[in-house]
């Protein structure tokens, strides 16, 4: 009875803070997100700036959100700076003011709309099914009282044409595990709750349409069907309408932001949505998947992904699930994608009827799983829109992504007590590899992985067993290298530019880190053509994770900027080694570039439970540090590194680690293979700890000694040259920062530069465009590498606003006549299927 009431004010309480803010109104009024330090009310601060509260913000610690009527200004920002400057004119004194409770601000955009992941398939062909399976089909159906009309059509749950090509459910179902107790949530364009097959399992207290502010998100455009959709293949019930989800006893809610404006703090509030009682949030859209977006969640919305794995679920951590992407035939990667490349969330591919990989499925080194969707010649057969309407049209990764959390809710309804890293391995240990030429190769985990597929596909049965006797993994642990300092020209052609950094056993038991699930790069690259790069990294086990593959339409004139990939592939390996990153310039043309640094995460278990700590949530001053470290220069190779291609089992003609092409140049400074002595210094770098190593005495590098003068009389150029180049850096970093982080120091040159800037501030009020336009102001003056963009090109920041795009996909496709595997190119939200309709 107690522990009844206590969730139910801990549901009261997360209701509260989402549902009862206001509704926005983005025409008449400017939204700002403030992290406010504890002791400072938010009506205070409210009063000082004239600002309306409206509330909490969602279960972001200390996060409110205040509104203004409309202005072309940041008032909030503006006040700061007034602020600083009567400060600087000694017209105010250093005593606190509410200001300084300020801690984050940042006023809401409307963002460019997210995508939804479905693809348009052809009708189903029509082959004869072996009778012995229909048999076995019906009997099950009989045991289980399944009387679902379509039932019998889907064969991503029962597959009689090709026996074995489908999520392998039924005997979990059989065994009485059916979703009761687990909570999904569809993040997507509606959830119709008044549908026959949903409305049963349908929650609506974890639902809320973020789009029209109502508590129901009942989809109102007429292409508001891909939610109701996916939410059919998750928990359609077992009735007599359509068909039957993969947990058809677990609850559905519907958290609606696809049809309409939203800003950050919206999307933040809806994958927080119900924290405690929506266990898994299911994600079928993303950035454009056109092969040259590079787009991540902004700041917001990641401290919200961080608040969920460490507080929702009771503390279990939420499951997040997103489509893998839509762009594979644009060239595009889901290491592109901020979301899908998240350590928090599971990245879904999909595989066609065949286990044929279909022409729409992103790949990339942070997919974990594949499973069915469209190709083939048929899709995913669903509940539709409508009180007894079904679909036979549902595809896309959209479509693949559900069905994952389908099993998912499964494994919860079974285990209650998983955590979401828990799932992550549960995933990886019971994935099932298939006989698909890709570039399979076995992990130190002793797993199959493959860039297209992940670690295979989904077997619901396999992870359903495996999770009823799986031990707990310990909680996560961390481990940082230095920023790595390169700034080197990157050869173009095979030849590629590495640069290492080994990680000893020290560093790693200081982290109190045991072994690597998820390893994130993050890295600056300054390039002419963002499409032409591609990036790998390899592990001291040697396996080579594709982080970045070249891309035909990315003509982005910047590289990387403080961009994150992220690998799962390394998942169980020690982490103890040589880590080499590989960039290279795959096309010979007059665009080219340098690297410039690189920053290794290791993410995995730690040793000793007790010693684990919360990571803090993420701030935007997280990459900021990169010249607060020595300049030390890495230590780089040219090497050429084998792309594993070929069947499962297929070895590798050559080692990896092999340095060739060792061409010592004024030009590329290249040095053959070095022991990365000089960066072992950084053990003191462990998890958050300020990085302040210093060089090591000179190494020997195990060579004789005319090759170390060589070496040295290298490296002696290098550091001229990178001591020039850490001017400019510096320099340039320093002003970024200045652009974004409030300092005194940024009033000084801020006054210098005030005729010049004034103008452009309203301009670039967004901290991103900010950023950019300021640097490269800067930037000019010292170092070309700026020349030619134009504002536009500079304002055109990933994450910053840009055109809708909705409904690209079909655009894309239809303009690249995409018409493989018989389906027709096409965003499925797009009326299409009313044809269809049963
Ligand atoms: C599929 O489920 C059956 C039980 O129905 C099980 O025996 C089999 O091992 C499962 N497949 C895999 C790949 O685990
Ligand atoms: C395949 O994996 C093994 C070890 O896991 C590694 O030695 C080899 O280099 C890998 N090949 C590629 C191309 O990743």
């Not at 039932?151 to 991503?156: R, Y």
């Amino acid at each position: 009875m107690r522990i009844l009431n206590f969730w139910h004010l801990l549901s009261a309480a997360a209701l509260a803070s989402a549902a009862h803010l206001p509704p926005r109104n983005y025409n008449t009024h400017d939204y700002y997100a403030i992290h406010l330090s504890p002791s400072t009310s938010p009506s205070e601060l409210a009063a000082h700036l004239g600002l309306t509260y409206d509330g909490p913000l969602g279960s972001l610690v200390d996060h409110h959100l205040f509104k203004a009527p409309k202005h072309a200004n940041d008032i909030v920002d503006d006040a700061r700076q007034e602020l600083k400057r009567r400060r600087r004119k000694r017209e105010a004194g250093p005593e606190p003011h509410t200001l300084d409770s300020i801690q984050f601000t940042q006023k809401q955009k409307i963002k460019p709309r997210h995508v939804k992941r479905s693809v348009i398939p052809k009708d189903p062909q029509g082959v004869a099914s072996p009778k012995a399976a229909i048999q076995l089909q019906r009997q099950i159906a009989n045991t289980l009282e399944i009387k679902d009309p379509i039932f019998e059509e889907q064969w991503h749950i029962f597959n009689v044409k090709d026996t074995g090509n489908d999520l392998n459910v039924t005997d979990v179902w059989l065994s009485g595990i059916t979703g009761k107790g687990a909570t999904a949530c569809i993040v997507d364009d509606g959830l119709d709750f008044e549908s026959e097959d949903l409305k049963d399992n349908f929650y609506a207290q974890g639902s809320y349409d973020f789009n029209d502010h109502t508590d129901l998100p009942r989809p109102k455009l007429s292409d508001d069907r891909h939610g109701t959709r996916c939410a059919g293949e998750v928990a359609a019930g077992r009735n007599n309408a359509c068909g039957v989800g993969i947990a058809y006893d677990a609850k559905i809610s519907g958290v609606r932001i696809l049809s309409g404006d939203i800003t950050d703090a919206d999307e933040a509030l809806a994958i927080n949505y119900d924290l405690q009682n929506n266990d898994i949030y299911s994600c079928s859209w993303g950035p454009p998947d056109d092969g040259k977006t590079m787009q991540k969640p902004g700041i917001l919305i990641e401290k919200a992904m961080v608040t969920a794995v460490q507080k929702g679920r009771g503390g279990k951590g939420s499951i997040y699930v997103f489509a893998a992407g839509n762009g594979a035939a644009a060239d595009d990667n889901c290491n592109f994608d901020g979301y899908t490349n998240s350590i928090y969330s599971i990245t879904v591919g999909a595989i066609d009827k065949n286990n044929v990989h279909p022409y729409y499925s992103e790949a990339c080194s942070a997919q974990l799983v594949v499973t069915y969707s469209s190709g083939g010649g048929d899709a995913i057969h669903t509940t539709d829109v409508g009180a007894n309407t079904c679909t036979s049209q549902h595809g896309g990764t959209s479509a693949a992504g559900p069905i994952a959390v389908g099993t998912y809710a499964l494994v919860l309804s079974a285990r209650p007590e998983l955590t979401w890293r828990d799932m992550q391995w549960l995933t990886v240990m019971t994935a099932v590899p298939f006989d698909q030429p890709s570039d399979w190769n076995k992990t130190s985990l002793g797993k199959m992985f493959s860039h297209q597929f992940g670690y295979g596909k989904l077997d619901a049965y396999a992870i359903v067993e495996a999770a009823k006797t799986w031990e707990l993994v310990k909680p996560q642990a961390w481990f940082y290298s230095p920023w790595m300092h390169v700034k080197k020209p990157i050869p173009q052609g095979d030849q590629g530019l590495a640069s290492v950094f080994e990680v000893t056993e020290e560093m790693l038991k200081k982290a109190n880190f045991e072994r690597v699930e998820h390893i994130t790069l993050t890295m600056n690259i300054q390039h002419q053509r963002r499409g032409d790069l591609s990036v790998d990294l390899i592990s001291p086990d040697g396996y080579v994770s594709h982080l970045s593959t070249a891309r035909r339409d990315d003509e982005a004139a910047i590289g990387y900027e403080d961009w994150t990939f992220m690998s799962v592939a390394h998942w169980g390996e020690k982490g103890i080694g040589k880590w080499t990153v590989v960039v290279k310039d795959v096309k010979v043309n007059d665009k080219t570039g340098s690297f410039t640094d690189w920053k290794l995460r290791l993410w995995g278990e730690s040793i000793d439970a007790e010693k684990a700590k919360l990571r803090p949530l993420p701030d935007e001053h997280d990459d900021d540090d990169h010249d607060v470290v020595d300049n030390h220069p890495a230590h780089t190779t040219s090497v050429v590194v084998p792309t594993a291609t070929g069947a499962p089992g297929e070895k590798p003609s050559d080692h990896p680690d092999r340095p060739v092409n060792q061409k010592p140049s004024a030009a590329t400074s290249s040095v053959s293979t070095t022991p990365a002595s000089p960066t072992a210094d950084a053990s003191a770098t462990a998890s958050s700890a300020p990085e302040n190593f210093l060089p090591s005495p000179f190494p020997t590098f195990g060579v004789s000694k005319r090759t170390q003068i060589w070496i040295y009389g290298a490296l002696g150029l290098i550091l001229i040259f990178c001591g020039s180049l850490a001017v400019y850096l510096y320099l340039a970093r320093r002003k970024r920062l200045q652009s974004t982080r409030d300092n005194y120091e940024f009033e000084m040159l801020d006054d210098a530069e005030d005729d010049e800037g004034g103008a452009r501030t309203g301009m670039l009020s967004n901290a991103a465009g900010g950023k950019k336009g300021k640097r490269a102001r800067r930037g000019g003056e010292l170092y070309d590498a700026f020349a030619g963009e134009s504002d536009e090109d500079l304002l055109s920041d990933s994450g910053d606003e840009g055109p809708y795009r909705d409904r690209e996909e079909r655009d894309y496709n239809e303009k690249a006549g995409i018409n493989e595997d018989s389906d027709t190119g096409g965003s499925s939200s797009s009326a299409s299927s009313a044809g269809k309709r049963q």
